[in-house]
């Protein structure tokens, strides 16, 4: 980036010592010292911040509604490097979506209050 | 059919409320404010706030004092809290969790509430937040929304000048527990061009199950 742009420096987040997926519903999170906290599929589906969700043609496709998550399942979960994890959707197909172990943790702290 | 409620905010003082349980009801009720620009019985509010009752949640509207006396500029921001306050414990009489929610100012009051005066709702409900106030460029201050631990949702219109989308879905990623659900070509009331792919009535029945939805999976449930 040039000088005169600025990012945000992503609060680090430790690797979580387990992910599960939970009967396809929700995404188990457990990270050292804490307890287990979930996210939806529904909310996880929803916070996808891929190109393609993030786009007026991606948000016209999926945008405007949330599905319960007995209808959205993770079909597949796959580590990416040592800072975040690919989920795979269904019914959409949806494979392009990366979770940072940071936006992870976000999503699963109110699970936790 | 919404019943009519007087509130009274403070003394010698009350504001209009409307009151819609279904049958069967859940256990959680939802408070809908209104947005700067009309009270709780415009078209639009009516209709939200019977879906959501369609929905099986006890729903609440109510006028913030300048509405109730038929002024057009909203009050200043303590005040209009007064009044926000005085209706959220009157429905947590009612319901055993209050879920915050309101269209543009409402909702920007409901997160002051909370995360500024620590209201204890079970969650809050964006409609619509005003982030880029009116006539300005430069976002307000989100601070207060990162101090409330409670589940958020912010629903935005695509075509939203004063929620930009590109704004609130980072905010969103950026607050803990918080969701955004973008409305595909909607403006700052939801509202679609008729060119869209659904109708406004649609939209509006979509984002009421979406907010059911996204309700009924919080965490702790």
Known sequence: ?113 | MARTLRIQWEAGQKVTARLVVPRPAKPMGILLAHGAGAGQDHPWMVAMRDLLAGEGFTTMTFNYAYTEAGRRAPDRAPKLLHVHRAAADRLAGYTDEVVLAGKSMGGRMASHLVGDDGWQARALVYLGYPLVPVGKSEPRSADHLRRIVQPQLFVSGTRDRLGPSDLIGPLAAELSGATHLPIPDGDHSLRVPKRAAKSNDAVLVDIAASINVWLSELPGR
Do not use: K
């Open chain 1, 1 to 113: 980036m040039s000088g005169s742009q600025s990012c945000r420096v992503a609060e680090l987040v430790e690797a979580p010592s387990r992910i599960e997926v939970a009967a396809g519903t929700e995404l188990v999170v457990t990270w050292e010292g804490q307890a287990p906290a979930s996210v939806t599929a529904s909310v996880l589906r929803a916070a996808c911040q891929c190109a393609d969700c993030r786009s007026d043609a991606g948000l016209a496709r999926t945008g405007g509604v949330l599905r319960r998550s007995d209808e959205i399942r993770i079909t597949g979960a796959r580590l990416v490097g040592a800072y975040a994890v690919s989920l795979d959707f269904a019914p959409d197909n949806h494979t392009t979506g990366i979770f940072s172990y940071e936006l992870l943790h976000r999503l699963a702290v109110s699970a936790t209050d």
